[in-house]
């Protein structure tokens, strides 16, 4: 089963941002071959990009590799070319997972490693194009029933090969089940960068939850970010609600707080979790925490609430002022695969019964991903040139290999590259915003 140059099970995963770095090691560790946990080798490899975690981030989301680094995506089929890994998790976003998938095609390894990919939460937005750009990886990772018969119907319904689907969960739940505790109750809503995008909506949400502090002052209400100003996640944060709090007229009750750190350990203390669609939502429902998903501003796509019509967990901040607490529908909650029942523990025994078996073939079929020069030929070639790849996935010219540097030299390269990082999020945070009021003037 392992490499012939190692006893061990080689894995490497290859993530953009700090959430999908969680997802990846997370899901690598989860769908490995039951052996002993020494039998296991994790490398991490962090793609080169404006979301590349910072070290704070890394320590903020707790999940460690035997080793890590920071990479271009050539640099990484390089690893993947000369370190004989087994197993490769791709947690990036679709383009990036199909650039990866010819790249390792266009290595014509003698035996290329299982390539697994997916999701790190709710896929609410371009499930198409998302999943057509995941697929010709041997596993695609669905978080729940409901998104294994959604993904095999895309696939099927271009006449591409669906077996790759593999029902499986989010692999970051867990935590000891809510009982509710007597003394103050804490109230924690869960940000998101993105959602929603515009400065009225989010100094609204921001508003109505400073109110409920006012409202409630017997209750902790706390703000858990995802980020501080200047990092990037996942997606991208114009919008700090950091920058926006300090800005709120009256000021922030004494029982408010901005908080980061682990959502677990957030959970942990949590007797009211509300958000408008963030992934934090299942987090809370397996845990049994009373969960609230905001309609103030709409039951949109572009908001992501809608993948909770059904739920039972759609409200606003005039009914939780009241007391109100949604109670979820049973029905949809096992649908979501958020596991209350405890089936959770089951979830990944088909991914990792699957990852096995193609570890045990003498050799694996050549991967052959949906979308090809001859099937997708004005919008292949854009995908891979963005990563330095030429359209039959090898590297592009120019893109020559690394060599060693030195000390001196490395640390003023990652200055240079710190810098223009800085750089970048300066300009969208600041810069974009100022001119796109401009151009509404």
């Given at each position: 089963?392992?490499?012939?140059?190692?006893?061990?099970?080689?894995?490497?995963?290859?993530?953009?941002?700090?959430?999908?770095?969680?997802?990846?090691?997370?899901?690598?560790r989860?769908?490995?071959?039951?052996?002993?946990?020494?039998?296991?080798?994790?490398?991490g490899?962090?793609?080169?990009?404006?979301?590349?975690?910072?070290?704070r981030?890394?320590?903020?989301?707790?999940?460690?590799?035997?080793?890590?680094?920071?990479?271009?995506?050539?640099?990484?089929?390089?690893?993947?070319?000369?370190?004989?890994?087994?197993?490769?998790v791709?947690?990036?976003?679709?383009?990036?997972?199909?650039?990866?998938?010819?790249?390792?095609?266009?290595?014509?390894?003698?035996?290329?490693?299982?390539?697994?990919t997916?999701?790190?939460?709710?896929?609410?937005?371009?499930?198409?194009?998302?999943?057509?750009?995941?697929?010709?990886?041997?596993?695609?990772?669905?978080?729940?029933?409901?998104?294994?018969?959604?993904?095999?119907?895309?696939?099927?319904?271009?006449?591409?090969?669906?077996?790759?689907?593999?029902?499986?969960?989010?692999?970051?739940?867990?935590?000891?089940?809510?009982?509710?505790?007597?003394?103050?109750?804490?109230?924690?809503?869960?940000?998101?960068?993105?959602?929603?995008?515009?400065r009225?909506?989010?100094?609204y949400?921001?508003?109505?939850?400073?109110?409920?502090?006012?409202?409630?002052?017997?209750?902790?209400?706390?703000?858990?970010?995802?980020?501080?100003?200047?990092?990037?996640?996942?997606?991208?944060?114009?919008?700090?609600?950091q920058?926006?709090?300090?800005?709120?007229?009256?000021?922030?009750?004494?029982?408010?707080?901005?908080?980061?750190?682990?959502?677990?350990?957030?959970?942990?203390?949590?007797?009211?979790?509300?958000?408008?669609?963030?992934?934090?939502?299942?987090?809370?429902?397996?845990?049994?925490?009373?969960?609230?998903?905001?309609?103030?501003?709409?039951?949109?796509?572009?908001?992501?609430?809608?993948?909770?019509?059904?739920?039972?967990?759609?409200?606003?901040?005039?009914?939780?002022?009241?007391?109100?607490?949604?109670?979820?529908?049973?029905?949809?909650?096992?649908?979501?695969?958020?596991?209350?029942?405890?089936?959770y523990?089951?979830?990944?025994?088909?991914?990792?019964?699957?990852?096995?078996?193609?570890?045990?073939?003498?050799?694996?079929?050549?991967?052959?991903?949906?979308?090809?020069?001859?099937?997708?030929?004005?919008?292949?070639?854009?995908?891979?040139?963005?990563?330095?790849?030429?359209?039959?996935?090898?590297?592009?010219?120019g893109?020559?290999?690394?060599?060693?540097?030195?000390?001196?030299?490395?640390?003023?390269?990652?200055?240079?590259?710190?810098?223009?990082?800085?750089?970048?999020?300066?300009?969208?945070?600041?810069?974009?915003p100022?001119?796109?009021?401009?151009?509404?003037?």
């Amino acid at each position: 089963m392992p490499s012939s140059t190692s006893e061990a099970v080689r894995i490497a995963v290859l993530a953009d941002s700090d959430t999908r770095w969680k997802w990846g090691a997370l899901t690598a560790r989860r769908i490995a071959p039951n052996l002993p946990p020494d039998s296991i080798e994790l490398s991490g490899f962090l793609l080169r990009g404006r979301a590349t975690p910072t070290a704070r981030q890394l320590a903020e989301v707790g999940v460690s590799a035997d080793d890590l680094r920071e990479v271009t995506g050539n640099e990484f089929l390089r690893a993947i070319r000369d370190e004989s890994y087994d197993v490769v998790v791709l947690a990036l976003v679709g383009g990036a997972v199909q650039a990866v998938l010819h790249g390792i095609a266009a290595l014509d390894l003698p035996r290329r490693p299982v390539v697994v990919t997916g999701y790190v939460g709710v896929v609410y937005e371009k499930l198409a194009d998302g999943l057509l750009l995941r697929h010709g990886a041997d596993l695609v990772l669905a978080n729940s029933r409901h998104d294994a018969d959604r993904f095999r119907a895309v696939y099927e319904g271009v006449g591409a090969d669906a077996s790759s689907v593999t029902e499986a969960a989010l692999p970051f739940l867990g935590g000891a089940p809510y009982e509710a505790a007597a003394g103050r109750d804490t109230v924690v809503f869960a940000a998101q960068p993105s959602v929603p995008e515009s400065r009225a909506d989010r100094t609204y949400l921001l508003r109505r939850l400073v109110e409920h502090a006012r409202l409630h002052p017997e209750r902790d209400v706390l703000l858990k970010l995802r980020s501080k100003p200047g990092e990037h996640t996942t997606h991208l944060e114009e919008l700090p609600y950091q920058k926006l709090a300090d800005k709120l007229p009256g000021g922030l009750p004494p029982n408010f707080s901005l908080v980061y750190g682990h959502m677990g350990e957030v959970l942990d203390r949590t007797d009211l979790l509300v958000t408008v669609s963030s992934t934090a939502a299942l987090e809370s429902l397996h845990r049994r925490i009373p969960t609230a998903v905001l309609s103030d501003l709409g039951v949109r796509e572009t908001l992501g609430n809608h993948h909770f019509l059904g739920s039972g967990l759609l409200t606003s901040w005039d009914r939780l002022d009241g007391g109100h607490r949604p109670t979820p529908d049973p029905e949809w909650l096992s649908r979501q695969g958020v596991a209350a029942d405890g089936g959770y523990d089951t979830a990944f025994d088909a991914a990792r019964k699957r990852v096995a078996e193609l570890l045990e073939r003498l050799e694996l079929p050549p991967i052959e991903p949906y979308y090809t020069p001859a099937t997708a030929p004005g919008y292949l070639p854009g995908i891979l040139a963005r990563h330095h790849l030429a359209p039959d996935g090898t590297p592009l010219a120019g893109a020559a290999p690394t060599t060693e540097i030195s000390g001196v030299r490395r640390v003023l390269r990652d200055a240079v590259r710190n810098a223009a990082r800085g750089a970048y999020r300066h300009g969208v945070q600041r810069v974009a915003p100022i001119i796109r009021r401009m151009g509404e003037l």
